[in-house]
């Protein structure tokens, strides 16, 4: 079984900056992409952000794309999304993934419990 655990959500200004963490336990995760997809709130869809293959190869969301940096660090099962310049828009509960790279939630074996970011305006 492997577990998820993210941090490093909160609330933050517009253009402002946060980094989130997610700690891979379990098994070793180095050769599994790791993804973070977030959910915004009134019931909308959970939709891809960023993910980083075994090899450190990163692929992200349009919407993210120059403002979002994902990476991880394989001694220690863990990947960062550094966030900056974040908009209200921003705002959602997200989530880190490990399995199949992909942009569709449905490759993803496993999933932390989410980690909630808000942008005020």
């Known amino acids: 079984q492997v577990q998820l655990v993210e941090s490093g959500g909160g609330l933050v200004q517009a253009g402002g900056s946060l980094r989130l963490s997610c700690v891979a336990s379990?098994?070793?995760?180095?050769?599994?992409?790791m993804a973070w997809f977030r959910q915004a709130p009134a019931g909308k869809e959970r939709e891809f952000v960023a993910a980083v293959n075994w090899d450190t190869t990163t692929y992200y969301a349009d919407s993210v794309k120059g403002r979002f940096i994902l990476s991880r660090d394989n001694a220690k099962n863990t990947v960062y999304l550094q966030m900056n310049s974040l908009r209200p828009e921003d705002t959602a509960v997200y989530f880190c993934?490990?399995?199949?790279?992909?942009?569709?939630?449905?490759?993803?074996?496993?999933w932390g419990q989410g980690t909630q970011v808000t942008v005020s305006s």
């Open positions: 379990g098994r070793s995760g180095s050769t599994y992409t």
């Open positions: 993934a490990s399995g199949v790279l992909s942009t569709l939630q449905q490759t993803y074996a496993y």
